[in-house]
Every structure is written in structure tokens, then in C-alpha cells.
């Protein structure tokens, strides 16, 4: 059979009968206590101090003090167990008053069989209210530590943002001006009919090049990762055939049909950078992939919008992806092949500019066949706006070789 715990009570009276009848009581409700008797606010306060009591048993009128008085010293010593007024009668309203104070609760010395019972209570009121109290405590620490963690991680982000930023520009500038003085080399080996420094002049250009497109790139995912979401209206065609014409210059390109279909019965918005730096990356990426065997080598975009989304599809008949690498090609780093050499983070930087603007992106691809990339984007036209345009389909289409 498990033994109670023994409670340490400290009993405030100057009527030692009552002490002993209160003592009774206790023994015949089957509590388990040892008992500490004082009378006078000295010894009180010195008890206080040393017994550690569980629990304290007050009579209200005392010689020097009273129970009020009692409890406030209780207050005052940083003594937080339960206080239960054990009186002779007094008046309702002194009952909720002290009640009010802070006592936990209020026998009558006609009826201390409540003794054992209130003492429980009390005891567990007591212990659910420690457990809160240090339930918030624990929150408010864990929340004040979440907070400076939020903080520091915050400012991390930035000085982050702030560094790849500065260095991508830092290390562009002087790049631009290697190939401006290479370019004047090359002049002044034209001139020469040197084909010696032709041939090294070409290998660092494409070093050169190389660097500046992974700069471009590390620049393209810092923007994206601080810059917000900017929604305005936007002309598919135009910011398509923008990107197609910087690429005309593109290794290859000139070998390319590009054909543009553009569906528009509603106006579109988004955020027109994020759908620039999308459509960079893969129409880039279509070109750079081109099977050089092929004579008819093709990229086809097509593009519809609803009053919902944007439906993009960029086609081309490249060397393909193989299967195995379909779902890890938009990972940071990742390349499918090693005979074209990129940064590996053009369809990373994709996959993250779409996710910003919640669409989705579906890669489907054969080796040797091509790729086709599906876009779904959300149109964030004004629903009043949706509201009063009719659907009709404007088509504007081109097809031509760079």
C-alpha cells in the first residue's frame, strides 16, 4: 500500500484546544502531517522562513495581527502554498473578501471535517497554478528565444543578400573590362595576322563568358530570394520576343526556327521580372541543348491566358534529358550532361520563380527526342477587372530563323 506524503502545515491560533481539535481532524480524515503551531507574528514570520510548510491553517483574530495581515506577510516572504482561513463565524461578506485576497478557501471551526477535503483542493489548485505559471514562463523563454533566432537569421539573410549581391557586381565590373581589353587585343591580332593570340583570345573570352553567365545566375536567385512579389500587367509576347532577340547572338541559335503563338483574350498579370528570368533560363537553355546533328533544329512556344493562369509550353528537339535526371534537373548545382558546361542553377532558378508566383512547372523529355517545358501560372487580374472582359481569343504568332 503507497504512503501518503506528509504534509508540513503551519497552523496560525492562540487557542491551543482549536490546535488540537484541528490536529483530530486531520488524523481522522487519513491525512499523513506533521504540525507546526504558532500564535504570535514573530514566530510566524520566523516559520515562514524555516519550516517550509506545505500548507498554512489561520484563525482570523490574533492577539497582535490578524489573518489579513498574516497573508500579506506571506506575499511579502515569497511564500506561495496554500492559505485556508480557519475562524469562527464572521459575515458573508468578510468570507469573499478575503476569498478576494488570496485565501484559498473558508472552514468554520464548527465544521473542520471540511479540513481534509479543502486541504486537497487546495494543494491541487496550487500545484495546476504552479504548472501554469511555469508553463508561461517556459512559453515566454521559448518565444523570446524563437524571436532572437528569427532575429539573427533574419540578419543573416540580409548580410547574405547584401554579399552576393555586392560580389556578383564587384567581380562583373572588372570582367567586362578583361573582354573590353581583349577585344582590343583581338583588333590588334587581326591587324597583325597573329592567328596565335586569336586562339587564346577566344578560350578566355569563353572562360570569361562562362563566369559572367554563373554571376548572372547567382545574381538572378538572390533577387528572387529578397526582392517581393511586384504584380502588374504584363505583354507575354513582348517580354517572350524580348528574350528571343538577346538570344540571337547565342552559339547556335542562328541554326534555330523559333515559332511564337500567343493566345490573349485577357489581359495577364504577374510579377515581369520573375517571368523574364524564366523565360531567359529556358529559352537559353533550349538553344545551349540543341542537337547540332539535326538540320531542323526547332523551338516552339506557345501561350494561352484565362482568367485564372497563363499556359506556357517551350518545346524544342534537343539531345533530351535523360529519364533518371527529369526530377533532379531543378535541384541548385545539379547538371544533366558534361558536355555543356553551365552553372547549375538556371532551372533551379526557375523552379524558384515559379514557386513565388505559385504556378507550376512540368518537365517532359526524351533523349535524342527534345524537351518540353509546361508552365501554369496564376493570373492576378482584378476580379473586377475579369468580370467585364469578354473571352475572346486575340492570336498574335510569328515564325522565323535567327
Not at 511555469?134 to 532572437?148: G, M, P, V, W, Y
Not at 523565360?279 to 506557345?302: G, M, P
Request: with cysteine; glycine share 4%; net charge negative.
Amino acid at each position: 500500500m503507497k504512503v501518503k506524503p506528509e504534509l508540513k502545515i503551519l497552523v496560525l491560533d492562540d487557542d491551543v484546544e482549536d490546535v488540537e481539535l484541528i490536529a483530530w481532524e486531520l488524523q481522522k480524515g487519513g491525512v499523513n502531517f506533521q504540525l507546526r503551531h504558532v500564535s504570535t507574528k514573530e514566530s510566524f514570520v520566523s516559520a515562514l522562513k524555516e519550516y517550509n510548510a506545505d500548507v498554512i491553517l489561520s484563525d482570523h483574530h490574533l492577539p497582535q495581527f490578524d489573518s489579513s495581515e498574516a497573508l500579506q506577510l506571506c506575499y511579502a516572504n515569497k511564500v506561495d502554498i496554500p492559505f485556508i482561513l480557519v475562524s469562527g463565524a464572521v459575515s458573508e461578506n468578510f468570507a469573499n473578501d478575503t476569498i478576494k485576497e488570496g485565501v484559498d478557501d473558508y472552514i468554520l471551526k464548527t465544521s473542520l471535517t471540511r479540513l481534509p477535503a479543502a486541504i486537497n483542493k487546495a494543494l491541487k489548485q496550487h500545484a495546476l497554478h504552479r504548472a501554469k505559471l511555469n508553463a508561461d514562463a517556459e512559453l515566454k523563454f521559448k518565444n523570446n528565444q524563437l524571436l532572437r533566432t528569427i532575429e539573427e537569421l533574419s540578419k543573416i539573410n540580409k548580410e547574405l543578400d547584401t554579399f552576393v549581391y555586392s560580389v556578383s557586381h564587384n567581380l562583373r565590373a572588372p570582367l567586362m573590362s578583361v573582354l573590353g581589353i581583349l577585344n582590343l587585343v583581338k583588333l590588334e591580332d587581326q591587324h597583325n595576322n597573329n592567328g596565335t593570340l586569336a586562339t587564346y583570345h577566344a578560350m578566355i573570352e569563353e572562360s570569361i563568358l562562362k563566369l559572367d553567365e554563373t554571376l548572372k545566375d547567382i545574381l538572378d536567385y538572390s533577387r528572387n530570394a529578397r526582392k517581393d512579389i511586384r504584380i502588374e500587367r504584363v505583354d507575354l509576347n513582348r517580354i517572350i520576343n524580348d528574350n528571343l532577340e538577346r538570344m540571337r547572338f547565342m552559339a547556335g541559335s542562328e541554326n534555330i526556327t523559333q515559332t511564337v503563338t500567343i493566345q490573349e483574350p485577357l489581359p495577364f498579370y504577374s510579377d515581369q521580372y520573375r517571368l523574364s528570368v524564366i523565360f531567359n533560363n529556358l529559352i537559353s537553355n533550349a538553344i545551349k541543348y540543341s542537337d547540332l546533328q539535326k538540320t531542323d533544329s526547332f523551338i516552339e512556344i506557345y501561350a494561352t491566358v484565362s482568367k485564372t493562369s497563363a499556359h506556357v509550353e517551350i518545346k524544342d528537339n534537343g539531345i533530351g534529358i535523360n529519364p533518371d535526371y527529369i526530377a533532379k534537373v531543378t535541384e541548385m548545382f545539379f547538371r544533366a550532361t558534361e558536355e555543356h558546361e553551365g552553372s547549375g542553377l538556371g532551372l533551379y532558378i526557375v523552379k524558384e520563380a515559379v514557386d513565388k508566383l505559385h504556378g507550376t512547372l512540368t518537365i517532359e523529355s526524351e533523349l535524342g527526342i527534345g524537351t518540353r517545358f509546361v508552365l501554369d501560372l496564376p493570373n492576378f487580374i482584378p476580379a473586377t477587372m475579369a468580370d467585364h472582359i469578354e473571352d475572346k481569343v486575340t492570336v498574335k504568332g510569328q515564325q522565323h530563323t535567327s
